[in-house]
Every structure is written in C-alpha cells, then in structure tokens.
C-alpha cells in the first residue's frame, strides 16, 4: 500500500510541475501578444524623439480645422519649430529669460534676436522708406527670407529621421 501511494504522490508531483510550466508559458506568452503601443515616435531630431500626440496636438493648437495640409507637412512644420526651439534653449534663451517661459514666446524670442535684429540695415541698404511701400521688398519678406535660411542651416545641422506618420 505505501508503494501505491508513493507511485500516486510521484505522479501528482509531475503532473503539477508540468501543469505549472504549461500555465505559465500561457500567461507569459498572452502578456506579450496583448501589448498595447502607447505612443509613437514620428520624427527624431538629434536625440529627441517627435511623437504622435505632439504631431496631434500641434495641428489641433495651430491649425485651422478646414486645413488642407496633410499630415507629412504638418509634421515638417513642426521639426522646423522644435529646430528653432532647440536653438534656443542651445543658446540658453530659456536661463535668460526665466524658467516660467513657455515655447511660443521662447520661439519669438529666439526669433527676434536671430532674425528681426539686422532688419534696420535691410531698409537703410535698399534705400526704402520706414512702411516699405515702393514695392520691392517688404519687412516681412526679408524676415520670411532669413527664417526660411535659418531653418535650411538648423536642418543641415541636425540629423532628422521621419518615419510614417499613419
């Protein structure tokens, strides 16, 4: 009799080992296959990774409804604006400024000291009057002109990989 109950306590024995190895590669193996992505990275500029929530909620703060760009142009615009506010906080336009400032003023900033500060000379050197208004260059322009150059530089300067968006 103690042979019988030997031989029965044995099989429990393995028979659990094995029935817990099963339930548990089970569960290990559903864990994995029921992963949810929580984000993803849409654009990576240097080191910082452009998500989709930021592509997301950029078009929704700056974008009218009725936009017609699509959504690989929206996502240039926005790696042209984190380029500039990444020269910014590079030039520590943020420590200057104080910690309270947020990106849209730092961009300003950022673009009035980089851009808007030899505007003056622009107008002495085309012989223009104050309003621009002759026709052959305006203020605006000549800004459009320098931001769109800056960026070039900011683009070349930087490695920026874009993946797809949807």
């Known amino acids: 009799m103690s042979r019988l109950l030997r031989y029965i306590s044995t099989l429990a024995m393995r028979f659990s080992r094995q029935f817990f190895l099963v339930v548990f590669c089970i569960l290990m193996l559903g864990g994995v296959s029921r992963g949810i992505v929580l984000e993803r990275v849409v654009a990576i500029i240097g080191d910082s990774p452009v998500f989709l929530s930021e592509l997301l909620e950029f078009k929704r703060k700056h974008l009218p409804d009725g936009s017609a760009l699509s959504d690989e142009e929206v996502l240039q615009k926005l790696i042209?604006?984190?380029?500039?506010?990444?020269?910014?906080?590079?030039?520590?336009?943020?420590?200057?400024?104080?910690?309270?400032?947020?990106?849209?003023?730092?961009?300003?900033?950022?673009?009035?000291?980089?851009?808007?500060?030899?505007?003056?000379?622009?107008?002495?050197?085309?012989?223009?009057?104050?309003?621009?208004?002759?026709?052959?260059?305006t203020k605006e322009d000549e800004f459009n002109r320098r931001l769109r150059n800056k960026i070039t530089d900011l683009r070349k300067q930087y490695d920026i990989r874009v993946f797809p968006v949807m």
Request: charged residues 35%.
């Open 80 to 137: 042209d604006r984190k380029l500039l506010l990444m020269e910014a906080r590079r030039l520590r336009l943020d420590t200057i400024m104080g910690d309270d400032m947020d990106s849209d003023a730092l961009i300003e900033r950022y673009l009035k000291l980089a851009i808007s500060t030899f505007m003056p000379d622009i107008r002495m050197k085309k012989g223009l009057n104050d309003n621009f208004s002759d026709g052959t260059i």
